[in-house]
């Protein structure tokens, strides 16, 4: 592949007007087997016909440059380059959007401009290429598969399935469980490609109906491939697919699917709802994790919500200017995903989330810890702090906690069977052991019975409040498992046994989590870096709890959200009404 001579002056970007794009005009490759283009502009709004391009810049150390026009050159990343290579039409000229060419990227203002319509120039493109790079790890083999897969997947029907509660189905009833005709390796170096690994690809691979896959020299639709994905999760009379992947790439697809379901469908998607889902993906830049996504949400008063992308602000001023807008617009509900716990930028106040960190565990909107009050809360600046003072009360402080290396672990995280059960067993008695320190025998039986709610945060896995008898079957779980054998295996589980364990993992409820009992002996579900003496307070409108540390001039850090037994109801705010006070969250 033949890589011009960098003889030319670099390529000059003139200023853009309002809702004007550029799109570039990609010749056929010149006698020499070079790149050949030019670079025009277009108003939007004026529906010119172009395609758009779809792909990961990859490594930027070792640019190659192109030539614009008669004179000018662009250096391009070496897999934007095979790109450009692979759709070099052979004839006329094609036009395509492609944004490290259409957008100077040394102009942030531009950036920042192209960015708030970016939703509208995939949507109105004629055409989406999602380019994949070149043939590899038997890619070629996956890619003739893909092309059988002729079945456009039912999106509704992909959200049921996914959302479904498994306990009663008739499984006789599901297809024969059929075997790939691909290894499930290939198929997982294929979803390792690290174009499914970003953010963006949420909203450029899901507003066009018309997207095309490339990989090497080999092409299909998107719904081809996304019919990939859905063949691993639909469910077989064997159960779910037996090689299920686990991948990212495997996660990006179907989330695709959701958010295809949410424009297609009229299925709505609240903001917050795909933030926490995307906290997996990819993003160079963490200001995108929101920027990229915040055009498909479907909020009644999402305008309200939407920040006007600016890249000359900083990641820390971004987040919280989302945070106070939730907090303006739908009230206190984003706090449940704030906390040190949850958090990994410096200088982020506690109760800012922080979008960079993975953090799939669902905080419940099943429970109403503040009753029916209503939300009180402003935000202003102190000791150049951002200070949120929310209207709430302080329950109780933690005085007992399981040891923190007796953490449950998920069975994502673990390599057998065996392994997954040994870590479980552990934690089940650091709970007990928990239990046993508290003095009373009526106090000791309610913190028994209360242990199996707790262990999964009083929901099931279908995020449902558990019935009033939940754990009656479990009383004996702790003298069976003492008496569990060492050659025993996991499949001899009893059933109950067996369904607190997989609610426990599907719920991430006590996921990387800690017992803990307060100073009014509550049985509590904590997050791993709880301390002793830190605080139970409850904030006017939210739903659940929160953990809170002591700060300098009486402010608290919030560390995460808690399960509290016998608070979740609103007994505790009913209890302490009389005495709210103003919160003051650094």
């Known amino acids: 592949m033949a890589v011009p001579e960098p003889s030319h002056t670099a390529y000059k970007y003139e200023p853009l007007a309002h809702r004007e794009i550029r799109v570039v005009r990609l010749y056929p490759l010149t006698s020499d087997n070079q790149i050949h283009c030019e670079i025009?502009?277009?108003?939007?709004?004026?529906?010119?016909?172009?395609?758009?391009?779809?792909?990961?810049?990859?490594?930027?150390?070792?640019?190659?440059?192109?030539?614009?026009?008669?004179?000018?050159?662009?250096?391009?990343?070496?897999?934007l380059f095979v790109a450009l290579h692979a759709l070099s039409p052979a004839e006329s000229p094609r036009t395509i959007w492609i944004d490290a060419l259409c957008i100077n990227q040394d102009d942030l203002a531009e950036v920042s401009h192209e960015v708030s319509f970016m939703?509208?120039?995939?949507?109105?493109?004629?055409?989406?290429?999602?380019?994949?790079?070149?043939?590899?790890?038997n890619s070629d083999e996956v890619m003739d598969y893909i092309g059988t897969l002729d079945g456009e997947p039912d999106l509704l029907e992909h959200k049921k399935w996914v959302y479904a509660d498994t306990s009663s189905w008739d499984w006789d009833a599901c297809r024969p469980w059929q075997p790939l005709p691909v290894s499930s390796q290939s198929v997982d170096a294929f979803l390792c490609r690290s174009w499914f690994s970003r953010v963006w690809i949420q909203q450029e691979a899901a507003v066009n109906p018309n997207t095309v896959v490339l990989c090497g020299q080999k092409e299909v639709k998107w719904h081809q491939l996304s019919s990939l994905a859905w063949s691993y999760q639909k469910p077989s009379r064997e159960g779910f697919a037996k090689d299920t992947l686990s991948n990212d790439g495997l996660a990006s697809s179907l989330l695709v699917l959701n958010i295809q379901s949410y424009i297609y469908e009229d299925v709505p998607a609240l903001l917050i709802d795909i933030l926490r889902d995307t906290t997996f993906c990819g993003a160079k830049d963490p200001r995108d994790r929101i920027y990229a996504v915040q055009a498909l949400a479907h909020d009644e008063d999402l305008e309200k919500l939407m920040l006007v992308p600016n890249y000359n602000e900083s990641?820390?001023?971004?987040?919280?200017?989302?945070?106070?807008?939730?907090?303006?617009?739908?009230?206190?509900?984003?706090?449940?995903?704030?906390?040190?716990?949850?958090q990994d930028l410096r200088d982020l106040p506690s109760w800012v989330p922080d979008w960079t960190m993975v953090n799939n565990e669902l905080p419940s909107i099943n429970f109403k810890a503040s009753g029916e009050a209503q939300a009180y809360h402003t935000v202003h600046n102190e000791d150049g702090l951002r200070i949120l003072s929310a209207r709430g009360v302080t329950v109780s402080s933690i005085s007992a906690l399981t040891d923190p290396t007796a953490i449950f672990v998920t069975y994502r995280d673990q390599m057998s069977e065996r392994s997954i059960f040994e870590s479980f067993r552990k934690h089940i008695d650091a709970c007990m052991n928990l239990i046993q320190t508290q003095k009373g025998s009526s106090q000791l039986e309610d913190n028994k019975r209360a242990l199996w709610r707790v262990l999964v945060g009083d929901n099931d896995r279908n995020w449902s409040r558990l019935p009033k008898d939940y754990g009656e079957d479990l009383d004996s779980f702790p003298a069976w498992l003492a008496s569990f054998e060492e050659e025993q295996t996991p499949s001899k589980i009893p059933g109950a046994y067996m369904e607190l364990i997989e609610t426990m993992d599907i719920r991430g409820a006590f996921s990387r989590r800690r017992l803990a009992i307060d100073s009014k002996r509550h049985m509590c579900l904590v997050p791993r870096t709880t301390m002793m003496g830190d605080l139970i307070v409850i904030v006017a409108g939210l739903a659940i709890p929160l953990l809170a540390r002591s700060s300098e001039k009486g402010r608290l850090e919030i560390i995460g959200e808690c399960y509290v037994h016998d608070c979740m109801d609103g007994e505790a705010w009913s209890e302490l009404a009389s005495s709210t006070q103003d919160l003051l969250f650094c």
Do not use: M
């Not at 990641?315 to 949850?342: D, M, N, S």
């Open 40 to 79: 025009e502009r277009a108003s939007i709004d004026e529906h010119p016909v172009y395609e758009a391009l779809s792909y990961t810049w990859g490594n930027d150390t070792n640019n190659i440059p192109i030539q614009v026009g008669s004179g000018s050159v662009i250096s391009v990343t070496e897999n």
């Open 119 to 137: 939703k509208d120039i995939y949507t109105r493109a004629s055409r989406v290429f999602v380019w994949l790079g070149p043939a590899a790890d």
């Open 315 to 342: 990641v820390v001023t971004v987040y919280t200017k989302l945070t106070e807008r939730f907090l303006e617009v739908q009230g206190p509900f984003i706090l449940c995903w704030a906390g040190r716990y949850h």
